[in-house]
């Protein structure tokens, strides 16, 4: 079975940094562009970064422009999201998305955060930027 599984998601003050990590069972990402998304209680889901699936194209939300870092590792697996500078407004339940096929989103910010491309989720990870 197909799983994507977010890890990481914490508490922390404003100013702060956190690392998420993106694990896949069931298949190998390396054929995937990966995305993330995060939803906020009462908003809409947010396309915040992706990349493709050898990682050399990346993008990113403008709300998140120069703070965060996606990045991954083919042989671990693995997707990460450094989150650095972290805003209140930052707070948010975030997902990790898996697209097939498809790595040519990832140069462009609109495509790159478009959930209809995405045809696996995870169930997400909590941060909370508080102070």
């Known amino acids: 079975q197909l799983q994507l599984v977010e890890s990481g998601g914490d508490l922390v003050q404003p100013g702060g940094s956190l690392r998420l990590s993106c694990a896949a069972s069931g298949f190998t990402l390396d054929r995937y562009a990966i995305g993330w998304f995060r939803q906020a209680p009462g908003k809409e889901r947010e396309g915040v970064s992706c990349?493709?699936?050898?990682?050399?194209?990346?993008n990113y939300a403008d709300s998140v422009k120069g703070r965060f870092t996606i990045s991954r590792d083919n042989a671990k697996n693995m997707v990460y999201l450094q989150m650095n500078s972290l805003k209140p407004e930052d707070t948010a339940n975030y997902y990790c998305a898996a697209a097939e096929g498809v790595d040519y989103i990832t140069t462009d910010q609109r495509t790159c955060v478009m959930a209809t491309y995405y045809g696996y989720w995870g169930q997400g990870t909590q941060v909370s930027v508080s102070s």
């Open positions: 990349i493709s699936s050898s990682g050399v194209y990346t």
